[in-house]
T-cell receptor, first 116, second 115 residues
Framework: AQSVTQLGSHVSVSEGALVLLRCNYS??????LFWYVQYPNQGLQLLLK??????LVKGINGFEAEFKKSETSFHLTKPSAHMSDAAEYFC??????????????FGKGITLSVRP | NAGVTQTPKFQVLKTGQSMTLQCAQD?????MSWYRQDPGMGLRLIHY???????DQGEVPNGYNVSRSTTEDFPLRLLSAAPSQTSVYFC??????????????FGPGTRLTVT
């Protein structure tokens, strides 16, 4: 069975500082990995996804994530935080289960706050 | 395109009442799903559908019912509301469920409170 672990529930950074949001996954088959962002009172939207091509994936708004199979990780980074990055971030894993359709499993989410 | 739309945005129910949360998409997506979001628990899959007339249970299906009579619509029914169903409900759609790497598109959510 697939699962996602996002350690901690809240990260606070200063504007201009590095953003690092951690995600570790468990999957019995090669996974597809996603980061979604949820701005206040909105639905989720895709930031980026890993689909077994390049291990370093670039997404929208300057975010990127690196797939590390040996560490079963898919951490999200951004070199310089902006106030508009304040949101909740979800890591998710998807795999095709035998005889069934794929399902997306989400982590618990991390709230990112950005201090002026 | 409007994308994925959900109605209502907010709803308050009394315990035991029933209601239907509406979801529609205009992207001709085959795959649609319902999630609930609770603090500290992420999103959990309630039910999903891989096409008109085909539905299946997700992780937390108890107390909910779905049907899919058209490609566009995927309503979620609460049969007898309970306080444990207080949550934010999201509908999502994707162009294909067989390939796990397709992006899911989410609606804006319905915030439900059961008293």
């Amino acid at each position: 069975a697939q699962s996602v672990t996002q350690l901690g529930s809240h990260v606070s950074v200063s504007e201009g500082a590095l953003v690092l949001l951690r995600c570790n996954y468990s999957s019995s088959v090669p996974p597809y990995l996603f980061w979604y962002v949820q701005y206040p009172n909105q639905g989720l939207q895709l930031l980026l996804k890993y689909t077994s091509a390049a291990t370093l994936v670039k997404g929208i708004n300057g975010f990127e994530a690196e797939f590390k199979k040996s560490e079963t990780s898919f951490h999200l980074t951004k070199p310089s935080a902006h106030m508009s990055d304040a949101a909740e971030y979800f890591c998710a894993v998807s795999e095709r289960t035998a005889g069934a359709n794929s399902k997306l499993t989400f982590g618990k989410g991390i709230t990112l706050s950005v201090r002026p | 395109n409007a994308g994925v739309t959900q109605t209502p945005k907010f709803q308050v129910l009394k315990t035991g009442q029933s209601m239907t949360l509406q979801c529609a998409q205009d992207m001709n997506h085959e795959y649609m799903s319902w999630y609930r979001q609770d603090p500290g628990m992420g999103l959990r899959l309630i039910h999903y559908s891989v096409g008109a007339g085909i539905t299946d249970q997700g992780e937390v299906p108890n107390g909910y019912n779905v049907s899919r009579s058209t490609t566009e619509d995927f309503p979620l029914r609460l049969l007898s509301a309970a306080p444990s169903q207080t949550s934010v409900y999201f509908c999502a759609s994707s162009s294909d469920s067989l390939y796990a790497y397709y992006e899911q598109y989410f609606g804006p959510g319905t915030r439900l409170t059961v008293t």
